[in-house]
């Protein structure tokens, strides 16, 4: 079955307490990236991937770490976080089509995280 | 300004009508556009995307271009219950040092009332 996976699901830490919320595609996707979803926000782009080894910023990227080791694997690193990072997470994947369009994006089922 | 709008509703239609969903962009270098349908609590799923000028039909939906106007649209006909979701549109663009970033607006909560 096609699809985007994350963990964990759920997770609840204190302040500065380093964590990774992976994120994995078994679609081939070149492009790949990470959102948060605050209420009266929507989704804010933190980190996007065009490939394997390339990275950049979307809006929100502070205080966020990815890589792109692997055409699969995105995983998201909060070195040190802080309580304005408790939001819902979602990763995405899609095709990046030869033409310039990015293709539509398939979503994970959203990582809900709480920093005390 | 946000660099994509929506108008956040509710946006309540009853059974059987047409909903008019509006996004408007910043942005005269963005390239496609697409709609996601949010149920609450789960993840957003693709409806449709557009990338040229004029309209775009799937089943009871219709997506609306207008490049000079920076204005995108979903008309959803013959509204039921199950359309009852937000509707989040995304706009493509070209990032700042390359790639394509992806802006997506706040969203508009649509209520269907049977």
């Known amino acids: 079955e096609a699809q985007v996976t994350q963990n964990p699901r759920y997770l609840i830490t204190v302040t500065g307490k380093k964590l990774t919320v992976t994120c994995s595609q078994n679609m081939n996707h070149e492009y790949m990236s990470w959102y948060r979803q605050d209420p009266g926000l929507g989704l804010r782009q933190i980190y996007y991937?065009?490939?394997?080894?390339?990275?950049d910023k979307g809006d929100v990227p502070e205080g966020y770490k990815v890589s792109r080791k692997e055409k699969r694997n995105f995983p998201l690193i909060l070195e040190s976080p802080s309580p304005n990072q408790t939001s819902l997470y979602f990763c995405?994947?899609?095709?990046?089509?030869?033409?310039?369009?990015?293709?539509?994006?398939?979503f994970g089922p959203g990582t809900r995280l709480t920093v005390l | 300004q946000k660099e994509v709008e929506q108008n956040s509703g509710p946006l309540s239609v009853p059974e059987g009508a047409i909903a008019s969903l509006n996004c408007t962009y910043s942005?005269?270098?963005?390239?496609?556009f697409f709609w996601y349908r949010q149920y609450s609590g789960k993840s957003p799923e693709l409806i449709m995307f557009i990338y040229s000028n004029g309209d775009k039909e799937d089943g009871r939906f219709t997506a609306q271009l207008n490049k000079a106007s920076q204005y995108v649209s979903l008309l959803i006909r013959d509204s039921q219950p199950s359309d009852s979701a937000t509707y989040l549109c995304?706009?493509?663009?070209?990032?700042?040092?390359?790639?394509?970033?992806?802006?997506f607006g706040a969203g508009t909560r649509l209520f269907v009332k049977a």
């Open positions: 942005d005269r270098g963005s390239q496609s």
């Open positions: 991937s065009m490939n394997v080894e390339v990275t």
């Open positions: 995304a706009v493509i663009r070209a990032g700042d040092t390359g790639g394509f970033k992806t802006i």
């Open positions: 995405a994947s899609s095709f990046h089509l030869r033409t310039g369009f990015t293709d539509t994006q398939y």
